[in-house]
């Protein structure tokens, strides 16, 4: 993905214009997932301006957070439409994307985690069938499988099966395996102050509140993705300021209804 670099004498030029369209991108959908959510444009607005926020503490880098972040908001925006418009093949685009945003980071399989039981609740709620429920939650799962079954295939055609075994299997777990702990409760209170308490206490605040009203699906969903999003930004112990980047798509959603309400009072 990182091949533009290398185009004019391995320069980071490209990248950071890439960059600037991915997180465009994302911005673009937020927008949409916003509106679609609440039914107003001024949250989609917000929603949108708050990435843009949240996303700051490391904004002058192209990793891999931000990159993944763009198909996490895909995938909420599908789960955010399947919820509201019953479209079933919606939750299999929705782990779909997933699958994909994992291509660019593993962590982000924590998405899928989260929003399982949102559609069982939105299931339980709607007092459907277990099969149907298990069927949506099936759904999702196989669109998470397909992007690495090709990607697999791919290199296994290539002949390079056991150089993406090592890089994308055995290296990334035992570098989070082989993490000393020592240290890692000091560098989490740094990333907590500087990255939530100074860079985004009021998105933070807001989601908080957002995510303890009424208990539809969707704030479920949007609720364990933010929260659950603490495991993958721990494994290591490092909190590096990138890891927080994982946190601006569900923050930026979760918190914008509130925001935008308060923005109008104000």
Known sequence: FYSPAGYFGFSMVPMKVIGLLWALGTCLILYRAAELWTGRKDTGFVAAWLYVAVSSCNNLAIHAELMMNLPVALALLFFIRARREGRRLDDFWCGLSIGIATLFRHQAGIVLVALLPAVLWACYSQRKALAWSL????????????????????????????????????????????????????????????????????????????????????????????????????????????????????????????????????
């Not at 949506?136 to 697999?152: H, K, T």
Request: charged letters at 10%; aromatic letters at 16%.
């Open 135 to 266: 069927g949506r939650c099936a759904a999702l799962a196989i669109g998470v499988f397909i992007p690495w079954l090709v990607v697999v295939g791919l290199y296994a055609r290539m002949g390079h099966l056991a150089e993406f075994y090592d890089w994308n299997i055995a290296r990334n777990f035992f570098y989070v395996m082989g993490t000393s702990s020592s240290g890692s409760l000091v560098r989490l209170g740094r990333g907590i102050l500087l990255y939530v308490v100074l860079a985004a206490p009021l998105p933070w605040l807001f989601s908080l509140i957002e995510g303890t009203r009424l208990w539809d699906p969707v704030r479920v969903g949007l609720l364990l993705s933010l929260l659950l999003t603490w495991i993958p930004v721990s494994m290591s112990g490092r909190y590096y300021s990138q890891y927080f980047v994982q946190f601006a798509v569900p923050l930026a959603l979760l918190a914008a209804p509130s925001l935008e309400h308060n923005l109008a009072r104000w």
